[in-house]
């Protein structure tokens, strides 16, 4: 049998995973390393003969950790790329292990329950009416491409069937220029080209307000305002646009109001930090990826919607070869856009009930805490604050603007910490972002006094 060691092969590569969350502290967060070996490494697997799968996961673990940027890290201070949580890669491994298909709830019923009562659980923290819809995708890139094809199924019914022939003015999708750019990409898939999105300047540089897309919208009386987009915690800068505003002038002209909460949507879990997304609850549909803040493995995004119509306009679909319909349940596959669909809920499940609610709201506090801690430290130490934000990411800057990028690469270069540079209006500045829940304030400490040296270094 090709699976009879199962046993053996599962706990020494479980070993291989404890023995690497327990020494990653250890590790450099960028080890630099040479470009042209790595590819020689690779290729040196020819697959010519079989090997214990346990001693390739091993040298697969060193391979990860020798290379790369270390998102797990606890002094990765990027982009929303967390470690996961211990029960979110256990929920992973069942799912990867019994290999459930949801594509209809026959198959697989207690998956599908289980992500239909996750949905609703997070759908109830937007709208607290016992309403909600929605779907777990593959990240927060496809979760805005459903709520473009619901935004286009809810406007125009007949594009459906007969596609943009239906439409009876060019689309435009509204976001804030400081909006995710997979809206690009969506808007391509969509057949609506990358014209279609509207990327509206922000009068801060920061966070659309209400007014400021009305006149967007109305300067463009050519094209039909399909959908409208708030952000809520832009990539770079952490700002959150004003959701209620936009939600009202969305509704006036009749658009689907979406709102991004790709990252900072874990707040939702957060009591103390709640009010921060005050006016989700106006929106259609969010994007929440649990991929990002609330820390399980990489593709588990959520789409929420208020209710399921547009969704089943968009995606329903009968086949002869699929099983049909049990009363009183929906089969995954007639409301979004995956077919063979992996149990993308058990990771999800798994830690919130290793954590509970209230894990999960003391952990995100924690990473508030040390946002403040190090906003705090870096205006103490003379750096600018640039950004507005109470989430915890900070944009700053040093006197000179000249010397952000040495800044940056020599925190790179060093490999002990990891943090980026973005642009806020129009000039350069350093981005630190609490991602995991291993930083601790010895870390947030250690990044400000790297930061301190590199910066008397361009100073004399
Ligand atoms: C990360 C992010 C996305 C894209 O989500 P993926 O999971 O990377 O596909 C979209 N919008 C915002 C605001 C994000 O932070």
């Given at each position: ?13 479980a ?16 080890a630099?390393y040479?470009?042209?070996?790595l ?33 797990d ?20 491994m ?22 239909r009562?996750l949905?609703?659980?997070f ?40 596609g ?14 400081q ?24 009068q ?5 307000d ?22 809520a ?10 959701l209620?505003?936009?939600a ?10 979406h ?15 709640r009010h ?11 994007t ?15 789409y929420?919607a208020r209710?399921w ?15 049909p ?18 149990f ?9 009930a ?5 894990g ?6 924690q ?18 604050i640039?950004?507005d ?8 800057a ?9 800044i ?28 995991g829940?291993?930083?601790t ?19 004399g």
């Amino acid at each position: 049998m090709v699976n009879d060691d199962a046993r053996r092969v599962l706990v020494e590569v479980a070993q291989l995973a404890a023995d690497h969350i327990e020494r990653r502290r250890d590790d450099l967060v960028a080890a630099p390393y040479d470009r042209v070996a790595l590819r020689v490494e690779v290729e040196a697997f020819d697959f010519a003969s079989p090997r214990d799968p346990a001693e390739v996961a091993a040298t697969l673990f060193d391979l990860l950790r020798r290379t790369g940027i270390r998102t797990d890290h606890p002094r990765y201070f990027g982009l929303f790329n967390p470690p996961a949580l211990t029960s979110a890669i256990a929920g992973d491994m069942v799912a990867a292990t019994v290999n459930p298909q949801l594509a209809v709830w026959g198959h697989a019923p207690a998956a599908v329950e289980i992500e239909r009562h996750l949905v609703s659980l997070f759908a109830n923290r937007v709208w607290g009416d016992g309403a909600g819809a929605g779907t777990f995708t593959s990240g927060g890139s496809e979760a805005n491409n459903t709520a473009l094809l619901a935004a286009l199924a809810r406007r125009y019914p007949e594009w459906a069937t007969r596609g943009v022939a239906a439409l009876d003015r060019r689309p435009a999708i509204y976001v804030s220029a400081q909006a995710h750019l997979a809206w690009i990409k969506i808007a391509r898939a969509a057949g609506l080209g990358s014209g279609a999105v509207k990327l509206v300047e922000t009068q801060d540089g920061l966070s659309l307000d209400g007014q400021t897309l009305e006149k967007a919208i109305l300067g463009n009386p050519a094209s039909d305002p399909v959908l409208v987009v708030a952000t809520a915690g832009t990539t770079a800068h952490g700002a959150v646009d004003d959701l209620s505003g936009i939600a009202d002038v969305g509704r006036k002209h009749r658009a689907h109001v979406h709102v991004d909460a790709a990252w900072a949507g874990g707040v939702l879990l957060d009591p103390a930090h709640r009010h921060l997304l005050d006016g989700i609850d106006q929106a259609d549909s969010v994007t929440i990826d649990p991929h990002k803040w609330l820390a399980v493995p990489m593709g588990a995004g959520l789409y929420l919607a208020r209710d399921w119509t547009a969704l089943k306009t968009a995606f329903a679909v009968t086949t002869k070869f699929m099983p049909p319909a049990v009363a009183d349940t929906l089969d995954p596959y007639t409301h979004s856009l995956q077919w063979s669909r992996r149990f993308t809920g058990a990771k999800l499940f798994l830690a919130l009930a290793a954590l509970g609610l209230d894990g999960y709201a003391k952990m995100i506090e924690q990473q508030f805490a040390l946002g403040d801690r190090l906003r705090q430290s870096l205006a103490n130490d003379g750096w600018r604050i640039v950004n507005d934000t109470r989430l915890p990411l900070v944009c700053f800057a040093p006197d000179d603007a000249a010397h952000v990028v040495t800044i940056e690469r020599e925190i790179a270069g060093a490999g002990e910490a990891w943090i980026s540079s973005v642009t806020l209006r129009g000039a350069p500045c350093l981005r630190a972002c609490i991602t995991g829940f291993e930083t601790t304030e010895d870390d947030v400490d250690t990044l400000v006094a790297m930061l301190a040296r590199a910066r008397n270094r361009c100073a004399g």
